[in-house]
């Protein structure tokens, strides 16, 4: 768009275009040449549209701006969400609006038949290679249908490519869904590992052991300290991928020796909207502590060495954090500002400093190779690569960053509910007693989680539970003398959603 404009092409020039707002800086005419260079002029409608930094928009074929699509993107319906959804949006809209261009229609005249083709295109096309699942054009459809309700609201469209239908619900409401959503889309896909899986996708997947124990003589990873740390701070906290590869050096607890479990807090903008205290285990904060000095230390010293962070342009120096959660900090210009923590969002976050004794360092806590903030996103692909090495290993076992969230829920479960229950040896008073002062389990789960809503945490967590407690009472005896590991693995056995290691 206009020099302030960080434009990323995800297509050909062909297609619409993914941009985000980054702050104003007039480069030279060399650094603008191109697409940017035509648009130089147009700061002025850049601020008239209140397009924020860091915000995501979308440029037409050849990067001309399209007023219509633009206004959707400073309208309060988008901008009311999410960070993680404004991304997700702005692609999946990127993606539809770019398939209504190769096929030469204009995104105003767009009919249900041309929703039909790209429904065909995206799921059954044989010559696509990257058809996706009915979840994910369930979550695309929802993108389209939120566009255009918008635009039809404003009359920009008289219709919308999404036909609804209406049925009535259980209570007798009368409710609307898009035609075009698959029938088979399923709201909960819970996976979990257990304690034993997941030691051994860890020592496979990320510190380079082989299937047999051994250590591999030919690993070669740089930053397993790293991945190492970030696998266990998942597995041992609970915290979304967001909330946990998004952490400051500041918003790390401090442990203490005679707790197993030391409370933090993460900053709403990176959890859901909801600022809220978490749990991470002490041998985290250790594996941590332990990457920050080693490292992650190597890692800032050669940024300084390359001067890494003084070609940022974006660049703040953290000076306090006051009682109040409120960040004191200085610009690239010297300017004294304050911005509450909890309003940094993940991007933010990238952008703020800490200056020690030996110079600069960013922030976050997990960095690239290079000593850069490592973006959230980017354990997904260090995940994968760990799961398809233990596939190359002869190792079935594949983990996910949500995967860990979901196992820890579950082991605090069956820990709160039975361990005190049965192993403790407590009587049913003495159980009332316990629940009436620490609260009921689901409630502490849903503390530990951080979900707004206790219901949530039963819809998600409740059927694996109950096969538990089934089990529970057939085979009391046995149980007695079992652990919660234990225990987590027999249950894990009659589970289809459950992934647990063989022997070695």
């Not at 993108?143 to 999404?162: D, H």
Request: a neutral charge; glycine letters at 8%.
């Amino acid at each position: 768009m206009a020099a302030s404009v960080a434009v990323e092409q995800h297509q050909e020039t062909t297609g619409w275009r993914l941009c985000y707002a980054t702050p104003r800086s007039k480069p030279s005419k060399e650094q603008a040449a191109g697409l940017l260079a035509e648009f130089l002029d147009l700061d002025a409608r850049e601020d008239a549209l209140s397009i924020r930094r860091g915000q995501p928009f979308l440029l037409g074929p050849g990067g001309s701006p399209d007023v219509d699509v633009l206004e959707f993107f400073r309208s309060r319906s988008f901008r009311v969400l999410a960070t993680d959804s404004q991304d997700s949006y702005a692609l999946d809209l990127r993606l539809f609006l770019s398939f209504l261009s190769g096929q030469g229609v204009d995104w105003r005249t767009a009919t249900e038949s041309d929703l039909e083709d790209f429904e065909h295109w995206r799921r059954r096309d044989g010559g696509n290679p990257r058809r996706v699942s009915v979840s994910k054009f369930s979550r695309e459809l929802a993108a389209i249908g939120k566009f255009y309700g918008w635009q039809q609201r404003r009359g920009t469209v008289g219709t919308s490519p999404v036909a609804m239908l209406e049925r009535d619900d259980a209570a007798g409401e009368i409710t609307s869904t898009p035609a075009l959503r698959p029938k088979a889309v399923r709201s909960i896909r819970l996976k979990w590992l257990t304690p034993k899986a997941y030691r051994r996708w860890r020592d496979v997947g990320l510190a380079g052991y082989l299937a047999d124990g051994t250590r591999d003589a030919k690993w070669r990873g740089r930053t397993d300290g790293r991945n190492l740390a970030m696998s266990e701070t998942l597995w041992s906290s609970g915290l979304r991928l967001r909330e946990g590869g998004t952490l400051l050096l500041g918003e790390l607890p401090e442990f203490e020796v005679e707790n197993r479990y030391a409370r933090g807090r993460v900053g709403k903008a990176v959890a859901k909207g909801r600022g809220r205290d978490y749990w991470i285990h002490g041998r985290a904060l250790k594996l941590i502590d332990n990457y920050v000095i080693s490292e992650r230390d190597a890692a800032v010293r050669r940024a300084r060495r390359e001067g890494r962070y003084d070609a940022l342009p974006d660049l703040k120096i953290v000076q306090k954090i006051d009682r109040s959660r409120r960040v004191h900090y200085l610009s690239r210009n010297g300017e004294r500002l304050v911005t509450p923590l909890d309003e940094l969002t993940w991007k933010d976050r990238m952008t703020f400093f800490v200056k020690g004794e030996d110079g600069l360092e960013p922030w976050m806590v997990w960095l690239t190779d290079g000593g850069m903030p490592l973006p959230y996103r980017t354990w997904e692909a260090v995940f994968s690569d760990a799961s398809d090495r233990c596939e190359a290993m002869d190792v079935d076992i594949h983990c996910h960053p949500h995967m860990l969230r979901h196992s820890f829920a579950l082991r605090m479960l069956m820990t709160l509910i039975y361990a005190h229950d049965r192993r403790m040896g407590i009587t049913e008073a003495e159980r009332r007693e316990f629940r009436l002062i620490f609260g009921d389990p689901w409630v502490l789960v849903q503390t530990l989680l951080g979900h707004a809503n206790l219901e949530t945490t039963r819809q998600w967590y409740l059927e694996p539970v109950s096969g538990l407690q089934v089990e529970l009472f057939l085979n009391d005896d046995d149980l007695e003398e079992s652990s919660v590991e234990d225990l987590i693995t027999r249950v894990a056995h009659a589970s289809s959603k459950s992934i647990d290691a063989e022997e070695v």
